[in-house]
């Protein structure tokens, strides 16, 4: 087993967060730059208008307040276990879901909050992030239910319901 020195131990730590800071900064970049069913022109026309600043002002609050959301959950989710402040859970989820953007359908983002905490309590995280993310899928599907329901499509969603219960038992 190699030895480092705490101060270069460290710097290696603070230069692997920055490169991968870095490499996401650069992988959004290259997502929406190489991204040929965006129109840039059009978005800049419409950005222009003042109708359009305040729609997309609305969605920069509404995504900040998301995740706002989310980091108040987090904290609350692990708060009879580990004390975390609001700074540590901001930072927690952020690194996770940085560690999301790379892996498919974001797997990373429970092994991301998991490298938060000690390796014995590795499990326990990912199963909390389990819990956590099934909770809020579960609450997704009975309020958009709800909401199908609302707006006319009830009988469809029966079906759609009823079969995938089918497909669920034959699995």
Same mark, same amino acid.
């Given at each position: ?10 710097? #290696? ?17 290259? *997502? ?59 930072? *927690? ?21 998991? #490298? ?22 579960? #609450? ?32």
């Amino acid at each position: 087993m190699i030895l480092i020195p705490h101060k270069a131990k460290q710097f #290696l730590i603070l230069l692997i967060k920055l490169s991968i800071v870095g490499g996401a900064f650069y992988f959004i970049y290259n *997502q929406l730059a190489n991204n040929d069913q965006l129109d840039w022109e059009k978005f800049i026309i419409l950005f222009k208008k003042n109708q359009s600043f305040a729609g997309i002002s609305l969605i920069l609050l509404l995504s900040v307040l998301n995740r706002f959301f989310e980091i108040l959950k987090w904290q609350n989710l692990v708060f009879p276990r580990y004390k975390t402040s609001l700074s540590e859970a901001t930072q *927690q989820v952020l690194g996770a879901l940085t560690a999301g953007l790379f892996t498919p359908n974001g797997v990373g983002e429970y092994a991301g909050k998991a #490298l938060f905490f000690k390796k014995s309590e590795a499990k326990k995280i990912v199963f909390l992030n389990l819990i956590c993310n099934g909770i809020q899928m579960i #609450l997704s599907v009975v309020f958009g239910t709800i909401g199908l329901w609302f707006l006319g499509y009830g009988l469809w969603v029966f079906y759609f319901q009823l079969s995938a219960f089918g497909f669920w038992l034959l699995a």
